[in-house]
């Protein structure tokens, strides 16, 4: 069955990044102008899916704004002729068929996917984390990289990465052996094992594709840590029944959820502008030179 329909979980505090979230959701944080949640539903869009459910909590309104008509902006800006910006936010509006539901207690993310039970119903399903921008290395997105996966052999496909072994510990790690280039058939996840105990360095990287199984599987996780219903758990459970392959895609993982890694994020992003790149550049090097020259930095 075709994939039709994307997930994505937005409904976290935000709490690495207070004060900036205490009025405004994290996924509302701009890499360069765009919000990072606007990037991952564009992920979604280029890889076939228009059909999208964001799980949201209280206090995140600004995302539905953000992907809703704003006929007032609209009207000032097409009485001040400035067509470029009009388009642009029309567009967004435009992006997807987007729905969204509340969870309502902060429950972990397996919590907040088993909220998508209803809308998803009976159908395999995209998960796109929403604090996680995902740079493919060449021209197909990510989760379109794991639908080309799925499409083959029909069953459950989670994003990976290979990150150096003394920071699997960071990750859940997988466990399994290369069946062809890059495609992994998946024995095991191991969640934040110390180095010397990693079946691998390859971590899951934050997209993932479910047969709808998984919902059952969802619902009898028991809570872990902070009694959260770890989404790793219900995928071990699934393991028992059904396969489940691994795809080192072709991409590099942003985390815009921490703050060295959103500013890194902003910096990567904005070199690839080519209203930016310039000067952009210039100020970096700038920067660079006056830190190996000690006139900045210093206490």
């Known amino acids: 069955m075709k994939v039709r329909k994307a997930v994505i979980p937005a409904a976290g505090y935000g709490t690495r990044f207070l004060p900036a979230t205490k009025a405004q959701p994290k996924e509302m944080l701009t890499i360069v102008d765009t919000p990072v949640i606007q990037y991952v539903v564009e992920e979604a869009v280029a890889s076939g899916i228009t059909d999208i459910l964001i799980i949201i909590s ?7 704004d953000h992907f809703d008509r704003s006929f007032e902006l609209e009207a000032d800006l097409e009485g001040k002729h400035k067509e470029e ?3 642009m936010v029309r567009r967004i509006a435009d992006l997807a068929d987007i729905h969204y539901v509340r969870q309502k207690t902060m429950n972990g993310l397996g919590d ?3 909220h998508a039970r209803q809308h998803v119903g009976n159908e395999p399903f995209a998960v796109l984390l929403g604090d996680t921008l995902m740079q493919p290395t060449n021209s197909v997105p990510v989760t379109k990289q794991l639908l080309e996966v799925f499409n083959r052999f029909g069953e459950s496909v989670v994003a990976l990465e290979e990150v150096p072994l003394e920071k699997v510990s960071r990750y859940g790690v997988v466990s399994g052996s290369a069946i062809e280039d890059g495609i992994v058939f998946v024995d095991n996840f191991v969640e934040k094992p110390k180095p010397e105990e990693a079946p691998s360095n390859l971590v899951i990287a ?10 059952s599987h969802l619902e009898k996780v028991k809570p872990g840590k902070n009694g959260e ?3 790793t758990d219900a995928m071990i459970m699934q393991l028992q029944e059904r396969a489940m392959y691994g795809l ?5 993982r ?7 890694d959103f500013i890194k994020t902003n910096i990567t992003y904005a070199l690839e502008r080519e209203d930016l790149h310039d000067k952009l550049a210039e100020f970096i ?3 660079a030179n006056n830190l190996k020259s000690g006139k900045i930095g210093e206490k």
């Open 248 to 252: 080192k895609v072709a991409g590099h």
């Open 112 to 114: 907040a996917i088993l």
């Open 85 to 87: 910006e009009l388009k």
């Open 58 to 64: 209280r206090g995140k309104r600004a995302v539905e």
């Open 285 to 287: 090097i700038e920067t």
């Open 254 to 260: 942003h985390d815009a959820g921490n703050k060295l």
């Open 206 to 215: 934050s997209r993932y594709v479910f047969t709808p199984e998984i919902f």
């Open 229 to 231: 219903i770890q989404l």
